[in-house]
């Protein structure tokens, strides 16, 4: 019984798995149901007794890798002691943590689907807010620890996901890594600027 059990969370896991590789590379309509399947090694009907279509197979890679890319990463800031905006800071900086030749799996899904399916914006937006929450979070927990003056966080937020996502398409439109790392260092340096504040 335990082996069927990891049975089936091994295969539902490489569709999670593939559907969000195929989905990011492709986007969701250029991802062809075959090729997932192919990649997972998994058949259709295996593929059913998981996910009811195409649509929420994508739906749940969505939500999971995502949440996974964003939330423990970031989250992994908010629950250390201490250095905030370093360990921030240095995140922000490390441009292996990003496929800049694909550009974010977000803002791609958002730009392709948020207008045509109402499930599709309803995750994407979630998905979003998720993401402005857990830098508020960093934000807030830097100005406890008197890493930074008070200001309003939530804003601070949004300016700091509309810098990076416009960082990750401009490295994705010219090529060049660095225009994504000259975008962070300008986000770095206002920061700093009321880090100096305190």
């Known amino acids: ?29 250029g991802a062809a149901l075959a090729d997932i399947l192919t990649k997972a090694g998994v058949h259709k009907g295996s593929m059913y007794h998981f996910f009811g279509s195409k649509k929420e197979m994508a739906l749940v890679a969505i939500q999971e890798k995502i949440a996974e890319r964003f939330g ?24 292996s943590l990003r496929d800049f030749s694909r550009g974010c799996p977000l803002a791609n899904l958002v730009q392709e689907m948020s207008n045509l399916d109402e499930d599709f914006d309803r995750v994407l937006k979630e998905i979003y ?4 929450n857990v830098l508020k979070q960093i934000y807030d927990a830097a100005i406890r620890a008197g890493e930074m003056k008070t200001c309003d966080t ?45």
Do not use: W
């Open 129 to 132: 807010a998720q993401f402005r």
């Open 154 to 198: 939530n804003k601070l937020a949004l300016f700091s996901i509309a810098v990076l996502e416009g960082a990750i398409l401009s490295a994705k439109a010219s090529g060049n890594p660095k225009d994504y790392l000259d975008s962070v260092e300008m986000l770095i340096e206002y920061i700093e600027i009321t880090k100096r504040s305190v």
């Open 1 to 29: 019984m335990c082996y069927n059990f990891i049975m089936k969370e091994t295969t539902r896991q490489k569709l999670i798995d593939a559907t969000y590789e195929e989905v990011y590379s492709h986007g969701y309509q």
């Open 72 to 95: 423990t990463r970031y989250r992994s800031i908010t629950d250390a002691e201490g250095g905030y905006l370093e360990s921030f800071f240095a995140m922000l900086r490390d441009d």
